[in-house]
C-alpha cells in the first residue's frame, strides 16, 4: 500500500521559515510528479507547488519567491520551504503524488502562522 508522510509542520511567527517533507514508500517515486497543495478552514484546496520527474517545478503565484519544491528521489522525499511566512499561508499542508491515472494523498500537515 502506497504511503506519503508529511511532516515539518507546526506553529511560526509571521517572517519565520518552515520546511516540511513528504516521505514515499512503496512507489517508484522518481517517475511521480510530487505537488504540494493546502487547505485552510472554510476554503478549498489550492495547489501550492509542484515538481516533475524531471525537476521542473512550478509555484502558485500567492507563494512564488517565498516557496521553493525540491526532491530527493534516493530518499523518496518532497519538500517544501517556506520563508517569509504570513499568516494567510496558515492551513493544513497535502502532498501528492501523480503518475498517469493514479494519485496518491498524504494526511496532511498543519502550518500555523500567527504572533
Known amino acids: 500500500q502506497v504511503q506519503l508522510v508529511e511532516s515539518g509542520g507546526g506553529w511560526v511567527q509571521p517572517g519565520g521559515s518552515l520546511r516540511l517533507s513528504c516521505a514515499a514508500s512503496?512507489?517508484?517515486?522518481?517517475?511521480?510528479?510530487m505537488s504540494w497543495y493546502r487547505q485552510a478552514p472554510g476554503k478549498q484546496r489550492e495547489l501550492v507547488a509542484t515538481?516533475?520527474?524531471?525537476?521542473?517545478?512550478n509555484c502558485a503565484d500567492s507563494v512564488k519567491g517565498r516557496f521553493t519544491v525540491s526532491r530527493d528521489n534516493a530518499k523518496s522525499t518532497v519538500y517544501l520551504q517556506m520563508n517569509k511566512l504570513k499568516p494567510e499561508d496558515t492551513a493544513v499542508y497535502y502532498c501528492?503524488?501523480?503518475?498517469?491515472?493514479?494519485?496518491?494523498w498524504g494526511q496532511g500537515t498543519q502550518v500555523t502562522v500567527s504572533s
Open positions: 515538481i516533475t520527474s524531471t525537476g521542473t517545478t
Open positions: 512503496r512507489i517508484i517515486f522518481n517517475i511521480y510528479t
Open positions: 501528492k503524488a501523480h503518475y498517469r491515472f493514479e494519485d496518491y
